[in-house]
């Protein structure tokens, strides 16, 4: 079974430049999650579709920040503009859906710096 | 809102000896999931073991088992027979429905 699959695995970009984060789940997996994982911290959630409705995105920095899941498979998360404080490993993680999470499978991440 | 904590930053332990590592959440739901997730270094966050907590009997898994108190709501994890491969971050998680969050992590050590 393939995993959770998430490109590019790095990138360096200046601040107020853009960028997009793309994320395919494991097929099947109606639950999508972005996670922001500052160095040395938690990840912390941005936002959450099931299939393509958001469930959840109140950490979301809207003004910068947006994400979609067209037809409920991938996902793109970007940025613009972006700053420095959003240097961070961006993880996708997706799961079953059934209504309860039993388990989140995550990919390897996008390691952002922004200089 | 469901809080994960985790108050120790940092953890080392000696090859073959065991180590526990604490969690503790708050949250006024009754059903829910517990986990401990290990992301070792540049590689991914993957699932160590799962606790129901409708469930009173403690999650088990090869060496690693937790201390489950549900009253107490604290979730430890127990590493048993540590080995060099256990160096990593380990993230406690809750989840409720599809509500999922993490605490900031321990970084484990393991000497030789």
């Known amino acids: 079974e393939a995993g959770v699959a998430q490109s590019p695995r790095y990138k360096i970009i200046e601040k107020r430049q853009s960028v997009a984060f793309w994320c395919n789940p494991i097929s099947g997996h109606a639950t999508l999650y972005w996670y922001q994982q500052i160095l040395g911290q938690g990840p912390k959630l941005l936002i959450q579709?099931?299939?393509?409705?958001?469930?959840?995105d109140s950490q979301l920095p809207k003004d910068r920040f947006s994400a979609e899941r067209l037809k409920g498979v991938d996902s793109t998360l970007k940025i613009q503009p972006a700053k420095l404080e959003d240097s961070a490993v961006y993880l996708c993680?997706?799961?079953f859906g059934g209504g309860t999470v039993t388990e989140a499978f995550f990919g390897q991440g996008t390691r952002l710096t922004v200089v | 809102a469901q809080t994960v904590t985790q108050s120790q930053p940092e953890m080392s332990v000696q090859e073959a000896e065991t180590v526990t590592l604490s969690c503790t959440y708050d949250?006024?739901?009754?059903?829910?999931?517990l986990f401990w997730y290990k992301q070792p270094p540049s590689r991914q966050m993957i699932l160590v073991i799962r606790q129901e907590a409708y469930k009173q009997q403690n999650a088990t898994e090869n060496r690693f088992s937790v201390n489950f108190q549900k009253a107490a709501k604290s979730f430890s994890l127990k590493i048993s027979d540590s080995q060099l491969g256990d160096t990593a971050m380990y993230f406690c998680?809750?989840?409720?429905?599809?509500?999922?969050?993490f605490g900031a992590g321990t970084r484990l050590t393991v000497k030789p």
């Open positions: 579709f099931q299939n393509n409705g958001v469930v959840d």
């Open positions: 949250t006024s739901e009754n059903n829910y999931y």
């Open positions: 993680a997706s799961e």
């Open positions: 998680a809750f989840s409720f429905l599809v509500d999922m969050r």
